[in-house]
């Protein structure tokens, strides 16, 4: 399952994914990663979340960006849950608007592979987003 969290900049969304996540933890049988653009909120974060800083790493596309989180699937086959703080910096969609859906569409179908639910953030209005993608949202700020 894909779930969005929408809403511009400053909005709140990462305090709510921080919220979401850390109470998330209390009741998971598998591990939790917590894929963000930074390393700023580790101290948020419980300690039994993995924080991956995806600026870290030298992604070109959302192409990459899902062949990423691929890898970091299939290292640990415990993931059941994965939030991206961020999106469309992480997935190198900022400039690429038109990408969203086909790369949402895309963690749709690993999500239903492997088994992974996935909570992502990101700065657009809910007006923006694709038709296909209005029943993914979670919340709308």
Known sequence: MVQLIVGQKGKGKTKYIL????????EANGS?????????????????IRLV???SFPLKNSDEFVGFVCGI????????????DGFLKLARLEDHHDQITSCIQQLDQI???????????MSMEKSELDPELQDKILLAL
Do not use: C, P, T, W
């Not at 939790?32 to 419980?46: A, F, Q, R, T």
């Not at 299939?74 to 059941?80: A, Y």
């Open 19 to 26: 919220d979401k996540v850390n109470n998330a933890v209390r």
């Open 32 to 48: 939790i990663v917590y894929l963000d653009k930074s390393s700023k909120h580790m101290l948020e974060l419980n300690n039994k």
């Open 111 to 121: 999500s239903n592979l492997f088994h992974v639910d996935f909570v992502i953030s």
């Open 73 to 84: 699937i299939s290292q640990n086959r415990d993931i059941e849950q994965m939030y991206l």
């Open 53 to 55: 800083d995806g600026s």
